[in-house]
């Protein structure tokens, strides 16, 4: 998060007349939460963050000058201890805060947040999206829609063609945005869609030949480089190696884990971060020295290794 952005947040959030934000996700099941609450709300001002660091998101928030009556709606973001301390800050300057998520969270720490928020609701039967869709829309035949569509993707079903096109259409927030309205609208396909899907496509091949370029097996354990298309890369990794777990790595030390037995949320945990049984991310953190170390030594550099062990050694528990 830059500087810059942080200043658009900052400016957006001044000049904005509603009294909804929403803080979320940035795939499908995110943007269709963001629909959902604006189908309810009209008015939504939305930041997309990823798992890792929207706690930066939050501290901004509590930075803004608050306006009356202002509700934070999280979804679709797993809980982080490090969200506390200025999660309860908001709530001293007045917040409302709902939170709403179905990712694995730590007991303790979901005991602690309920305590301070208005709302929170887990639900890992659920997607995000369908938990917004309940709470709030229940029995709205769009709303219900969106709600199928994120789930067609967010637990890979894969049945409704739509979800593909439209989680392969987002590229950017400024997709988001556009996909979140329509969707809230109930268009759900269109010649706009089509264009952006069809940019992303060429796009999404391109990195998919790059990460299986890139990519080793090391036992069980497939492991490539992408800065993005995790879960197409990790998909198609499976599919080359027949691999029972997938590390796909950014050149900043972000890394995504997939795995068959349901353990990729512990991998990722280890390592500051989260998620699902089956898919989750999480960050080795590296340093300059480590990111041109990675560009020299690739795989073999020592916080990789460690990764790799680790999702090896579950691998196999
Ligand atoms: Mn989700």
Redesign the pocket.
């Known amino acids: 998060m830059c500087a810059r952005f942080n200043r658009r947040v900052l400016t957006g959030l001044g000049r904005f007349d509603g009294c909804i934000v929403h803080l979320t996700?940035t795939?499908l099941?995110?943007v269709c939460c963001d629909a959902l609450f604006r189908r309810k709300y009209g008015n939504v001002f939305t930041i997309f963050s990823s798992v890792q660091d929207y706690s930066s998101y939050l501290e901004l928030l509590a930075q803004a000058k608050k306006k009356v009556d202002m509700t934070l709606c999280l979804s679709?973001l797993g809980g982080r201890t490090d969200a506390f301390e200025v999660v309860a800050r908001l709530k001293s300057k007045g917040w409302r805060v709902e939170w709403r998520d179905?990712?694995v969270w730590d007991e303790r720490f979901f005991e602690d947040i309920k305590s301070v928020v208005d709302y929170l609701r887990v639900d890992r039967e659920l997607?995000?999206c369908e938990i917004v869709y309940t709470d709030l829309l229940e029995g709205d035949a769009i709303a219900k829609e969106v709600a199928a569509i994120g789930r067609d993707r967010?637990f890979w079903i894969n049945n409704d063609p739509r979800s593909e096109v439209l989680s392969t259409a987002i590229s950017d927030d400024k997709s988001r945005e556009e996909i979140a309205l329509k969707l809230s609208r109930g268009a759900f396909a269109g010649a706009e869609i089509e264009a952006m899907y069809a940019l992303q496509i060429g796009r999404k091949n391109l990195a998919i030949s790059k990460a299986i370029r890139k990519s080793v097996l090391l036992g069980h354990t497939a492991v490539t480089t992408s800065n993005g298309f995790t879960s197409d890369v990790a998909a198609r990794l499976r599919d080359e190696y027949h691999s029972t777990t997938e590390l796909i790595l950014r050149e900043n030390g972000i890394f995504s884990v997939r795995t068959v037995a349901p353990v990729s949320n512990q991998i990722a945990m280890l390592f500051n971060g989260g998620g699902h049984p089956h898919a989750a991310g999480g960050n080795l953190s590296f340093t300059r020295r480590d990111q041109i170390g990675f560009k020299l030594v690739g795989y073999r550099l020592a916080k990789v290794r460690k990764l790799i062990e680790a999702a090896s050694r579950f691998d196999h528990s």
Do not use: R
Request: glycine share 0%; proline share 0%.
């Open positions: 996700h795939d099941d995110a679709d179905h990712h997607c995000a967010d």
